[in-house]
């Protein structure tokens, strides 16, 4: 019998342990690899507990399917070319991108440490999620954290009517006194296409401005949304640009139209993606508690601008994840009807218990 509407709209909430250890479980019992699975598991979770769910725990059911279709490898064998004091050339041996980047970021924290600074390549990765994940963890260090990965091509060009770029995200995390760090996590597109797809399991309009349908022109309907306008029209476009440059052209990695889709092309095929990661110590400069000081006063000064509007407050990036990591480590994830189904039938096709709170 099929779903009502309301079941359909049902909210399940999840604990963020509970779902940690049920992916961590299902990945153990598909032999992958413990170190990379506790990666996975993690990056999945801590992005659901941020508050951005299009590239959260709901994506581990594609994960699952792409691991066993060949395209993810489960047990890689990581090759690492330290190609100065400072740089690096990882080989991720076609691993979860999770487990890619958090190698990468812990090979950019050992260099740095030595020589001020680290920049980190990636090649032969997969989707890596969030790219937070990687730039906090090397904020947790005393260090200014910058991740960045390319994308299939969904990005409309600037004055094209197909796209090019894929949302090539830049991300920045800065160490700061006194809470968690400041962290930009942006798309060079003014959104996911993942987010495209969860309005379109709701069915919802995209934000206006957001979205193309296949021929170029501007929609708001999610089921006709095929590409992603860029941020600031060129200066997006631009920015994909640079993103593309580091994470394809600087890794060998195919960039642009010939990156294989996550979603589009067989999901046994190979995806062959780029990522850039950068480590610099702040003592290097600066005392680092004046520094994380200096930070916090910053912050602190922007919340306290005056509103536009009383009722909304002036806010940094990552207040808003702040807030989500806040409430959903006590209250639970929580999780689509669609997505809870998801998981259930890998519980039983794995016997690994999962339950909601």
Same mark, same amino acid.
């Given at each position: 019998?099929?779903?009502?509407?309301?079941?359909?709209?049902?909210?399940?909430?999840?604990?963020?342990?509970?779902?940690?250890?049920?992916?961590?479980?299902?990945?153990?019992?598909?032999?992958?690899?413990?170190?990379?699975?506790?990666?996975?598991?993690?990056?999945?979770?801590?992005?659901?507990?941020?508050?951005?769910?299009?590239?959260?725990?709901?994506?581990?059911?594609?994960?699952?399917?792409?691991?066993?279709?060949?395209?993810?490898?489960?047990?890689?064998?990581?090759?690492?070319?330290?190609?100065?004091?400072?740089?690096?050339?990882?080989?991720?041996?076609?691993?979860?991108?999770?487990?890619a980047g958090m190698e990468a970021v812990s090979k950019a924290i050992e260099l740095a440490k030595s020589a001020g600074s680290a920049n980190i390549s990636v090649k032969k990765s997969t989707h890596f999620g969030a790219a937070a994940f990687y730039a906090l963890e090397i904020a947790k260090h005393d260090m200014i954290g910058m991740s960045f990965t390319h994308a299939d091509s969904l990005m409309l060009s600037s004055n094209g009517n197909?796209?090019?770029?894929?949302?090539?995200?830049?991300?920045?995390?800065?160490?700061?006194?006194?809470?968690?760090?400041?962290?930009?996590?942006?798309?060079?597109?003014?959104?996911?296409?993942?987010?495209?797809?969860?309005?379109?399991?709701?069915?919802? !309009?995209? @934000? $206006?401005?957001?979205?193309? *349908?296949? #021929?170029?022109?501007?929609?708001?309907?999610?089921? +006709?949304?095929?590409?992603?306008?860029?941020?600031?029209?060129?200066?997006?476009?631009?920015?994909?640009?640079?993103?593309?440059?580091?994470?394809?052209?600087?890794?060998?990695?195919?960039?642009?139209?010939?990156?294989?889709?996550?979603?589009?092309?067989?999901?046994?095929?190979?995806?062959?993606?780029?990522?850039?990661?950068?480590?610099?110590?702040?003592?290097?400069?600066?005392?680092?508690?004046?520094?994380?000081?200096?930070?916090?006063?910053?912050?602190?000064?922007?919340?306290?601008?005056?509103?536009?509007?009383? !009722?909304? @407050? $002036?806010?940094?990036?990552? *207040?808003? #994840?702040?807030?989500?990591?806040?409430?959903?480590? +006590?209250?639970?994830?929580?999780?689509?009807?669609?997505?809870?189904?998801?998981?259930?039938?890998?519980?039983?096709?794995?016997?690994?218990?999962?339950?909601?709170?």
């Amino acid at each position: 019998m099929e779903a009502s509407v309301e079941d359909k709209k049902k909210i399940i909430l999840v604990h963020y342990t509970e779902i940690e250890n049920f992916i961590l479980q299902v990945l153990l019992k598909n032999g992958v690899d413990e170190s990379v699975a506790k990666h996975v598991a993690q990056g999945l979770v801590q992005a659901s507990l941020r508050g951005v769910d299009s590239h959260g725990i709901r994506l581990f059911p594609h994960y699952v399917r792409a691991m066993k279709a060949g395209r993810i490898n489960s047990k890689p064998n990581f090759q690492f070319d330290q190609t100065s004091p400072s740089t690096g050339i990882l080989d991720a041996d076609d691993t979860f991108g999770h487990a890619a980047g958090m190698e990468a970021v812990s090979k950019a924290i050992e260099l740095a440490k030595s020589a001020g600074s680290a920049n980190i390549s990636v090649k032969k990765s997969t989707h890596f999620g969030a790219a937070a994940f990687y730039a906090l963890e090397i904020a947790k260090h005393d260090m200014i954290g910058m991740s960045f990965t390319h994308a299939d091509s969904l990005m409309l060009s600037s004055n094209g009517n197909r796209p090019y770029f894929g949302t090539n995200p830049i991300c920045i995390a800065v160490p700061c006194e006194g809470e968690e760090p400041f962290c930009l996590d942006m798309a060079t597109t003014t959104i996911s296409f993942n987010a495209v797809l969860q309005h379109r399991e709701d069915k919802k !309009d995209v @934000p $206006v401005g957001t979205c193309a *349908d296949s #021929e170029g022109n501007p929609t708001i309907d999610s089921a +006709k949304a095929s590409f992603l306008q860029p941020i600031g029209q060129y200066k997006g476009f631009g920015l994909g640009m640079m993103v593309e440059i580091l994470c394809g052209v600087l890794s060998g990695m195919p960039f642009g139209r010939d990156i294989v889709s996550m979603y589009k092309h067989p999901i046994e095929q190979k995806r062959n993606l780029g990522h850039f990661f950068s480590a610099m110590r702040i003592d290097c400069f600066q005392d680092v508690k004046y520094f994380k000081k200096r930070m916090r006063i910053m912050m602190d000064e922007i919340r306290n601008e005056p509103r536009k509007n009383s !009722d909304i @407050p $002036v806010m940094v990036p990552n *207040d808003p #994840e702040k807030k989500a990591l806040a409430r959903r480590s +006590k209250e639970g994830i929580p999780v689509k009807a669609a997505d809870w189904e998801a998981f259930l039938k890998l519980s039983q096709q794995y016997k690994v218990e999962l339950k909601g709170i």
